[in-house]
């Protein structure tokens, strides 16, 4: 199956800094997601982008589909985008597989 | 428009006891999806369900079990429960079968004792 690999595992910012979290996937996906988990655990999705690129508000995603990978960058951090960023990748199936996640830690 | 809701929100169990968690997916969607979340780990896939047939498994013991009803709700039973079985229980709701957008419940919060 897909194998999902994030970096980096865990990042520390300042309050207004940016970030870039990669997430590099083993084979080809049909569908790739990335998600902001919350405290309580629910799974927020940010972006459905199997290729190509998309923004919204601060945050962007861009999916190279041939080269199996996706970014996710977060401008002007707010301490309210701490958590576990995950990524999911999907291939021709029926499940997403996840990779561990990116602890994003913002500091005031 | 409703999100997918799940219940009971929190579980305590014994082990050996059996649990049944509910999904309701968000209107319109016919697929339902379960995943397990262990602490510290990504999600992991247990079932899939598409107009109320199993459409795919994950790498999860018999113990697991799942069905669809025809409104489109999910449950997931668990037999036999073993320490290990705690953890969060997501249930993802999506148009239909195969790699489209998934939406996300909140979750169930299983605590075996």
């Known amino acids: 199956g897909i194998q999902v690999e994030q970096s980096p595992p865990d990042l520390i910012l300042q309050e207004g800094a940016n970030s870039t979290l990669r997430c590099n996937f083993s084979d080809s996906v049909n569908n790739l997601q990335w998600f902001h988990q919350n405290p309580w655990g629910q799974l927020i999705n940010l972006f459905y982008i199997p290729s190509g690129t998309k923004q919204n508000g601060r945050l962007s995603a861009t999916t190279v589909a041939t080269e199996r990978y996706s970014l996710l960058y977060i401008s002007s951090s707010q301490t309210t985008d701490s958590g576990v960023y995950f990524c999911a990748g999907g291939g021709s199936n029926y499940k997403l597989t996840f990779g561990k996640g990116t602890l994003l830690t913002v500091n005031p | 428009d409703a999100g997918v809701t799940q219940s009971p929100t929190h579980l305590i169990k014994t082990r050996g006891q059996h649990v049944t968690l509910r999904c309701s997916p968000i209107?319109?969607?016919?697929?339902v999806s379960w995943y397990q979340q262990v602490l510290g780990q990504g999600p992991q896939f247990i079932f899939q369900y598409y107009e109320k047939e199993e459409r795919g498994r994950g790498n999860f013991p018999d113990r697991f079990s799942a069905r669809q009803f025809p409104n489109y709700s999910s449950e997931l039973n668990v037999n036999a429960l073993l320490l290990g079985d705690s953890a969060l229980y997501l249930c993802?709701?999506?148009?239909?079968?195969?790699?489209?957008?998934?939406?996300f419940g909140p979750g169930t919060r299983l605590t075996v004792t």
């Open positions: 209107s319109g969607h016919k697929s």
């Open positions: 993802a709701s999506s148009v239909r079968q195969g790699p489209y957008e998934q939406y």
